[in-house]
């Protein structure tokens, strides 16, 4: 049924004010989805977001307007994108708490005749609930089964739909006898608007914690290879610098008449172990008489590459340094 005139310029003004309130949209697709599940979720995204469905040439005209009024909008973006069944997410919240409303309202639907598969159906083994008169039913599908205490049973597992492929009557009218409810239907993510972007909705998987995970692998990568140049980077600085300081206390503990403030405790060490032995409780006056040890024994290319393997500039060794 068409929309009157009134109700098309409330629509016109609702997305008008869409467009000029939010800067971040979902693209979403609704197919199977109906009107009940629609509202459920329109009322959990409540103050967060709001859903706009609609004809798509009745949306493209308010696009087109909007366009008009706003020239080079990075909104026209979003216009390619209006065909099939699509609506449009509005929110200024953050994408990922609004994305997580979105796929989290699904409900499970029976296997219609002549729909896609969105998943593989597999039917379990076990008893029916059918009556012997039926096996032929069963067989037609090439469904194992056998009579036990007067109803049909599945004997082993069965993959009766693969996903992507169209289902037939017959497949649909056997699910619906063992009263399964294979597919669950949702609004669809199609595509990500924010603030002039465009992207997948996977990129929302990319938390901070992930982001800064590759950037230390990225710095540990690059003073890696600066400390095998011999190239000093920014990021290879402090490694280069604790080798250093290193290499300077290797050579003050062969010195007897020269010292500097950071490296006599090793040398005080070296030179009256006992002292540093005292019944404490395993507190920081340890670590450097082992760090006075390690540094008067190892070679200097070996204290390069132990700093290699210790690559991590965030927390993890050289902190001493």
Same mark, same amino acid.
């Given at each position: 049924?068409?929309?009157?005139?009134?109700?098309?310029?409330?629509?016109?003004?609702?997305?008008?004010?869409?467009?000029?309130?939010?800067?971040?949209?979902?693209?979403?697709?609704?197919?199977?989805?109906?009107?009940?599940?629609?509202?459920?979720?329109?009322?959990?995204?409540?103050?967060?977001?709001?859903?706009?469905?609609?004809?798509?040439?009745?949306?493209?005209?308010?696009?087109?307007?909007?366009?008009?009024?706003?020239?080079?909008?990075?909104?026209?973006?979003?216009?390619?994108?209006?065909?099939?069944?699509?609506?449009?997410?509005?929110?200024?919240?953050?994408?990922?708490?609004?994305?997580?409303?979105?796929?989290?309202?699904?409900?499970?639907?029976?296997?219609?005749?002549?729909?896609?598969?969105?998943?593989?159906?597999?039917?379990?083994?076990?008893?029916?609930?059918?009556?012997?008169?039926?096996?032929?039913?069963?067989?037609?599908?090439?469904?194992?089964?056998?009579?036990?205490?007067?109803?049909?049973?599945?004997?082993?597992?069965?993959?009766?739909?693969?996903?992507?492929?169209?289902?037939?009557?017959?497949?649909?009218?056997?699910?619906?006898?063992?009263?399964?409810?294979?597919?669950?239907?949702?609004?669809?993510?199609?595509?990500?608007?924010?603030?002039?972007?465009?992207?997948?909705?996977?990129?929302?998987?990319?938390?901070?914690?992930?982001?800064?995970?590759?950037?230390?692998?990225?710095?540990?990568?690059?003073? %890696?290879?600066?400390?095998?140049? &011999?190239?000093?980077?920014? *990021?290879?600085? !402090?490694?280069?610098? @604790? $080798? =250093?300081?290193?290499?300077?206390?290797?050579?003050?503990?062969?010195?007897?008449?020269?010292?500097?403030?950071?490296?006599?405790?090793?040398?005080?060490?070296?030179?009256?172990?006992?002292?540093? %032995?005292?019944?404490?409780?395993? &507190?920081?006056?340890?670590? *450097?008489?082992? !760090?006075?040890?390690? @540094? $008067? =024994?190892?070679?200097?290319?070996?204290?390069?590459?132990?700093?290699?393997?210790?690559?991590?500039?965030?927390?993890?060794?050289?902190?001493?340094?």
């Amino acid at each position: 049924m068409p929309l009157s005139k009134a109700k098309k310029i409330d629509y016109f003004e609702k997305m008008q004010r869409c467009l000029n309130t939010y800067n971040k949209v979902f693209v979403v697709q609704v197919d199977n989805v109906g009107s009940q599940q629609l509202q459920v979720t329109r009322k959990q995204m409540r103050g967060c977001a709001e859903i706009l469905m609609g004809k798509n040439t009745l949306m493209r005209k308010v696009f087109d307007q909007f366009l008009t009024d706003n020239p080079n909008h990075p909104y026209q973006a979003l216009v390619p994108l209006i065909k099939g069944n699509v609506g449009f997410v509005f929110t200024n919240d953050a994408l990922p708490k609004i994305r997580d409303m979105i796929l989290a309202n699904k409900v499970p639907a029976p296997a219609r005749p002549g729909s896609i598969a969105p998943t593989s159906v597999v039917i379990p083994a076990g008893p029916t609930g059918c009556d012997p008169g039926q096996t032929n039913f069963f067989q037609v599908l090439q469904v194992p089964t056998k009579i036990v205490k007067g109803q049909i049973e599945i004997t082993t597992p069965m993959n009766l739909i693969k996903e992507g492929t169209k289902v037939g009557a017959s497949e649909a009218t056997l699910l619906t006898k063992l009263n399964i409810k294979p597919f669950s239907y949702g609004l669809i993510i199609d595509m990500v608007y924010d603030s002039g972007a465009t992207f997948g909705v996977d990129i929302l998987d990319i938390d901070d914690n992930a982001l800064t995970a590759r950037f230390t692998d990225a710095l540990n990568i690059l003073s %890696s290879i600066s400390l095998a140049t &011999g190239y000093v980077t920014q *990021a290879s600085m !402090a490694h280069s610098m @604790a $080798a =250093a300081f290193q290499t300077l206390v290797a050579v003050v503990i062969g010195v007897e008449n020269y010292s500097f403030d950071k490296a006599q405790p090793y040398k005080d060490y070296i030179a009256n172990p006992g002292a540093f %032995s005292g019944g404490g409780g395993g &507190g920081g006056g340890d670590a *450097a008489p082992a !760090a006075a040890a390690a @540094a $008067a =024994a190892a070679p200097a290319e070996e204290e390069v590459d132990a700093l290699d393997g210790g690559m991590d500039m965030f927390g993890g060794g050289g902190g001493d340094y």
